[in-house]
């Protein structure tokens, strides 16, 4: 089973940034459509962002756009996600996963449609 593992998650204010890491496989890195979903306390998991590492294609929940944005190190077969200007409303668990469906799909809005998933690292924004 293929292993992720997310890191970088912590505390701080409003308008801070973190940026998030996700540690994959070579397999992920070559080809799989990769996102990020988020949860906060009695809430369903929900889609933040996907991409295709190297590919043409990346997606933003509307909520999140101009604010975070995607990227990936191959030398080091990580992911990250960039997250700027920071608000309450961002804290939530958040989990890097990966999926062998095609990126554009428009079912991997929805946490089952995808595979692997990291264990997941604390976001948390204070006002």
């Known amino acids: 089973q293929v292993q992720l593992v997310d890191s970088g998650g912590g505390s701080v204010q409003t308008g801070g940034s973190l940026r998030l890491a996700c540690k994959v496989s070579y397999a992920t890195l070559s080809g799989f459509c990769v996102g990020w979903f988020r949860q906060a306390p009695g809430k369903e998991r929900e889609m933040v962002a996907r991409?295709?590492?190297?590919?043409?294609?990346?997606y933003y929940t509307d909520s999140v756009k101009g604010r975070f944005s995607l990227s990936h190190d191959f030398a080091k077969m990580t992911l990250y996600l960039q997250m700027n200007n920071l608000k309450p409303e961002d804290t939530a668990m958040y989990y890097c996963t990966d999926t062998r469906l095609e990126c554009t799909d428009t079912a991997l809005t929805l946490a089952p449609s995808w595979n692997n998933w990291g264990k997941g690292t604390q976001v948390t924004v204070s006002s």
């Open positions: 991409f295709v590492p190297n590919g043409p294609f990346s």
